[in-house]
Every structure is written in structure tokens, then in C-alpha cells.
């Protein structure tokens, strides 16, 4: 095989579907956040972000970042091993006793990023878990996809948020068989909200064990910011719950919380959790740090929500199609991947405003789109002038 010739030939492909990924250069700038100097073909220029995941500007924090900055200097920059292997600090400890309290469970466990979390617990679980069958809704994020597709069990995939087409499924397995339910509580890239409570309804009914990614959720929702299912007062009712410590906690890494017996199955048979080193303490301090500011940070997400109904407000005013599913997140649809891309050009390149393209696999062909994620610390003049360069380049368009 040629093989330089095939990598060359795959990269043309999606060079002419327009779906060739180049990275914006997007320096943050402690204090400036949303503004950040980013780089893009060749131009380097202050601009306003509108796509990130550090949805409560947690990742500029002057406390997370001092509590950052003591453990980095007084435990260093690594953890030095695995977390069998010397690399468990107090503060790793600390951070998993914390996360367990905080989703009302016997116990968590952190992994180097959600996406880990997600792919080795759920194909531990349904690799393990004899004759497990995994219901999967189809819009899970990536991380489950490849966990669940990784485990080899034997899987359906039910139509999103469809509660009829799950239940079809369940009725066709045997009720004593073991299965797992895997849905996210906000989809990432909808921005909408599954069913929790109907879930549980049928989890129980079929006897499934449930697994809930909460990655867009945790830090956001509810009155100490634990989530969607603390938000529905569904604290304690589904067997693991997934979170990520890197969007609105602003560090990295990510976690499981669930029964003791479970959270200890996945910690002692996880390939993704025991062969890696372990998450720096620094970061772990700082995450620490961010989730006890998030648990008493109610006026932030106040002030957060306000800025999400505004932009929504705006847009809706100026005629410009988003989608509403009542969360923080607007999918502000296109429908062309190269059309997706130049607008995101000329809005930086006119408009110093930075939105990244989300292109298939991210999203299904045809339904290419920007993800706007407005922030408590985006402003009205912010907010007027997205709304006002959005309208004339679709116009244009
Ligand atoms: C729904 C969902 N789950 C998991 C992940 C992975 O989390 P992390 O970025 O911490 O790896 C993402 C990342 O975007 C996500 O959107």
C-alpha cells in the first residue's frame, strides 16, 4: 500500500466537503474573558468568544487559579504515576470525596477527561456485566459511543429523547437479561434535555441499570449547580453519573458517581482508569477549589441564564433561526459545512468574533452549525453586536 498517498487522498476528501479541520490559535487572557487574542489565516486580533465550554468563566478564577498556583508549587507540576502507582495526592482523594457529596452518591472517581470516563466505564461495565445489552439514545456523545462500541455487547440504539422506540427495544429483551440505559441529560449538541424522569420510569420497570453523562449539566443546573438530575429532584435515583471537571468547572478531567460497589467495579477493572497517570494535583486542587465556589454560586448562574435569554431574545428579534430547548446552549443552525466556515471567517476576519464551525461527524451532514454558549460576563454591546454581524452575513448568505 501507498500509505502516504492514502492519508493524502482521506485529507483531500474532506478538504473538498469543506470539513477540513484548522485550529484558531486562542490565547485567553486572565481577566478578559469572553475576550481572547486569537489567530486565525495568518490574522492574529482581539475577538469575543462564542463557543466556550468554560460556560461560567471558572478557568479565570482568582481563587481556583491561587489554589492552582500554592499545590503547584508546593506538590509540583505531575502526580508522578498511576493512581495505583504513587500518583494518588490527598487532593485527588479530597476532589472524590467532594464529588460524591455533591451528586448525592457513596462515591466517585476521576479520570483523566470525560471523554476517558466515558469510553472505559462504559465499555468495563458492558464488557463485564455478562450477556449486558446497552440502549443507547442516539445522540450520546462520541466518548459512549466508542465505550459502548468497544465492550462488544450487543446494543440498540433508540431515536433521541424517543421513550416509545426505547421501550420497544426493552420489550424485546428478556427482563432478568442485564442491560444499561446511557443517555446525557443535556445533549451537547441540541442543547435539549432527556427525559430523566420517564427513563427512570422504564429503567425500573425492564430492571436496567442507568448511566447519565452530565457533562453540560454539572456546575450549571440546579440550586447548588450538582446538575440536571438534582434539578429534577432525582438526586440518588440513577446508578452513575458522568461528569467532566473541564467546562464549567474550567480545569480538566473528568468522573463517575454512583453506589460504592459500582464506582469500586469500575475502579478496579477500568484499563482507562488504572493504566494512566494521574491527573496532576494542581488541577485536582483547582477543581476542588471550583466546585465548592459553584456549590454557593446561585447569583452566577443567575446572572448566566440572564445573558442566554438575552442573546435568545435578540436573535429571535432579528429573525435569525436558532433552536430553543430552554438550556444555555443555542445551536444556531446552517446547514452547509463550507457556508458554516466562511461566515465563521468573515465574523472574525469583520466582526472580531470568534464561533467555531461544528461540521459532521459532530453533528449530522446538513445540519451544520455555530453553538453559541453566551457567558454571565458577555455584555449587552457583546451580545448586540453578534446578533447585528450574524444578520447581515445571513443576508448576505
Ligand atoms: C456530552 C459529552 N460527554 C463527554 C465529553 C468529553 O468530556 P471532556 O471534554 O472532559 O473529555 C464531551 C466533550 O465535549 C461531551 O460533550
Keep these: 500500500m501507498n500509505y502516504q498517498e492514502f492519508f493524502e487522498q482521506e485529507i483531500d476528501k474532506i478538504k473538498e466537503e469543506g470539513r477540513y479541520r484548522v485550529f484558531a490559535n486562542v490565547k485567553r487572557i486572565t481577566g478578559s474573558f469572553p475576550k481572547a487574542i486569537v489567530q486565525m489565516n495568518g490574522i492574529s486580533k482581539e475577538a469575543t468568544l462564542w463557543c466556550s465550554n468554560d460556560y461560567l468563566g471558572m478557568g479565570h478564577n482568582a481563587d481556583v487559579l491561587e489554589e492552582m498556583s500554592r499545590v503547584i508549587l ?17 487532593y485527588h482523594t479530597l476532589l472524590e470525596e467532594e464529588l460524591a457529596k455533591w451528586h448525592k ?7 483523566t477527561s470525560g ?3 466515558n469510553e472505559t466505564t462504559l465499555s468495563t461495565l458492558a464488557s463485564k456485566i455478562p450477556e449486558c445489552i446497552v440502549l443507547s439514545d442516539a445522540l450520546n456523545h462520541a466518548s459512549m459511543i466508542e465505550g459502548i462500541s468497544h465492550s462488544r455487547a450487543r446494543k440498540f440504539i433508540f431515536r433521541h429523547n424517543d421513550m416509545d422506540h426505547l421501550k420497544s427495544f426493552l420489550d424485546q429483551i428478556p427482563k432478568y437479561q442485564p442491560k444499561i440505559i446511557a443517555v446525557e441529560s443535556v445533549y451537547s449538541m441540541e442543547g435539549d434535555v432527556a427525559p430523566l424522569d420517564e427513563i427512570l420510569d422504564l429503567a425500573r420497570k425492564y430492571q436496567a441499570l442507568t448511566y447519565v453523562d452530565e457533562v453540560h449539566a454539572v456546575g450549571m443546573y440546579g440550586d447548588d ?5 438534582h434539578e429534577m429532584n432525582l438526586d440518588g435515583e440513577f446508578d452513575l453519573i458522568q461528569g467532566t471537571l473541564g467546562k464549567a468547572i474550567g480545569c480538566i478531567g473528568g468522573y463517575i458517581a454512583g453506589g460504592k460497589s459500582i464506582v469500586d467495579f469500575v475502579r478496579s477493572f477500568s484499563p482507562g482508569f488504572i493504566f494512566t497517570t494521574a491527573l496532576p494535583p494542581a488541577i485536582t486542587s483547582g477543581a476542588l477549589k471550583s466546585i465548592q465556589i459553584l456549590k454557593n454560586a446561585s447569583d452566577l448562574r443567575a446572572v448566566h441564564q440572564e445573558a442566554v ?10 429573525g435569525l433561526p436558532f433552536l430553543d430547548h430552554y438550556t444555555h446552549i443555542i445551536p444556531f443552525i446552517i446547514g452547509d459545512a463550507a457556508k458554516c466556515k466562511e461566515i465563521s471567517k468573515t465574523l472574525f476576519q469583520e466582526f472580531g468574533i470568534y464561533v467555531q464551525p461544528i461540521n459532521y461527524p459532530t453533528v449530522p451532514k446538513g445540519s451544520e452549525r455555530f453553538r453559541i454558549t453566551p457567558t454571565p460576563y458577555h455584555t449587552k454591546e457583546d451580545i448586540d453586536h453578534l446578533v447585528k454581524a450574524l444578520s447581515l452575513l445571513m443576508k448576505e448568505l
Excluded: W
Design 105 to 111: 452518591c457513596d462515591s466517585a472517581l476521576v479520570f
Design 225 to 229: 449547580g450538582a446538575g440536571k438530575i
Design 309 to 318: 435569554t438575552q442573546t435568545k431574545q435578540a436573535l429571535s428579534k432579528a
Design 74 to 90: 508546593s506538590s509540583g507540576s505531575g502526580a508522578g504515576g498511576t493512581r495505583n502507582i504513587s500518583g494518588t495526592t490527598p
Design 115 to 117: 471523554y476517558v470516563a
